[in-house]
């Protein structure tokens, strides 16, 4: 069953800016993870944050998680046209099967 | 080196064919996993694995069967073919609970 939703479903900025991308999932979990997929590639791992962690920070990330709302949110500061994809969010569910469930994703593009 | 690797990156065949789609993983992971991503580029996983259990999501048709030689394989077997198994298809690895390594996905086109 889908898990997440991710909000908004597409997102253009200027580049410079910052992005904002929201995702809710519905059941407890052991850890969140954002991904990101440029057109016609793989997925890239962009940052996990566990169930007891409430923030996190890799470079020009930050992840936010409130668990009590059943929802996460990923900042990415001083965007950059290579920042043009698409991003998921990911829960590994407690005390469901090793593996991940997926969002729908936000297709963010960044204008030069 | 490629931490997750799939072949072949594109596959176009016709319905009622079987076909394979290897992965290999070289990061020493104990789970490997096969993705299906659809039109919309919804991800959903179909498998899980490591040497000791395999974890089919209940919505897979039975004509997709996972092999896996050894720990660092896990190759998709697709029988019969149908229309609506087009989709790119991406393999995974990663420790249990952990962050997961994508390959760089199958596109498989059925006609």
């Known amino acids: ?112 | 080196d490629t931490a997750v690797s799939q072949t072949p990156k594109y596959l176009v065949t016709q319905m009622g064919n079987d076909k394979s789609i290897k992965c290999e993983q070289n990061l020493g992971h104990d789970t490997m996993y096969w993705y299906k991503q659809d039109s919309k580029k919804f991800l959903k996983i179909m498998f899980s694995y490591n040497n000791k259990e395999l974890i089919i999501n209940e919505t897979v048709p039975n004509r997709f069967s996972p092999k896996s030689p050894d720990k660092a394989h896990l190759n998709l077997h697709i029988n019969s073919l149908e229309l609506g198994d087009s989709a790119v298809y991406f393999c995974a690895s990663s420790q249990v609970r952990g962050e997961a390594f994508f390959g760089q996905g199958t596109r498989l086109t059925v006609v």
């Open chain 1, 1 to 112: 069953s889908q898990q997440g939703e991710e909000d908004p479903q597409a997102l253009s900025i200027q580049e410079g800016e910052n992005a904002t991308m929201n995702c809710s999932y519905k059941t407890s979990i052991n850890n969140l993870q954002w991904y990101r997929q440029n057109s016609g590639r793989g997925l890239v791992h962009l940052i996990l944050i566990r169930s007891n962690e409430r923030e996190k920070h890799s470079g020009r990330l930050r992840v936010t998680l409130d668990t009590s709302k059943k929802s996460s949110s990923l900042l990415i500061t001083a965007s950059r046209a290579a920042d043009t994809a698409s991003y998921f969010c990911a829960t590994d569910e407690r005390g469901g099967a090793d593996g991940l469930t997926f969002g729908k994703g936000t297709h963010l593009i960044i204008q030069p």
